[in-house]
């Protein structure tokens, strides 16, 4: 059931509390967020570490997203913060 609902339906569950939506958002998107962080820093502790980052990030700001951009683009930009963050370091 879960592959079948949208990203749109999950944010909106998730948004209005329903953990198990936010856990399918987390399950449908952890490898693309830790290959990505892995593709820049070329460490897997560093990219676990970013993507666990990057999901609480979404957590926080999940009823500021819009729709105004698909949703993987902007959980890339905030992959992509958490991974200039951990280079800044």
Do not use: P
């Not at 399950?27 to 693309?32: A, D, G, H, N, S």
């Amino acid at each position: 059931m879960a592959a079948t609902l949208t990203d749109e339906t999950l944010i909106q569950q998730a948004v209005a509390g329903r953990q198990s939506a936010f856990a399918m958002l987390v399950k449908r998107y952890e490898k693309y967020v830790f290959t990505l962080a892995l593709r820049f820093v070329k460490n897997r502790e560093d990219a676990h570490e970013i993507a666990q980052d990057s999901f609480l990030r979404m957590f926080r700001y999940l009823a500021d997203f819009r729709g105004e951009c698909k949703f993987t683009t902007w959980l890339y930009t905030i992959t992509l913060n958490r991974v200039r963050n951990q280079i800044r370091r």
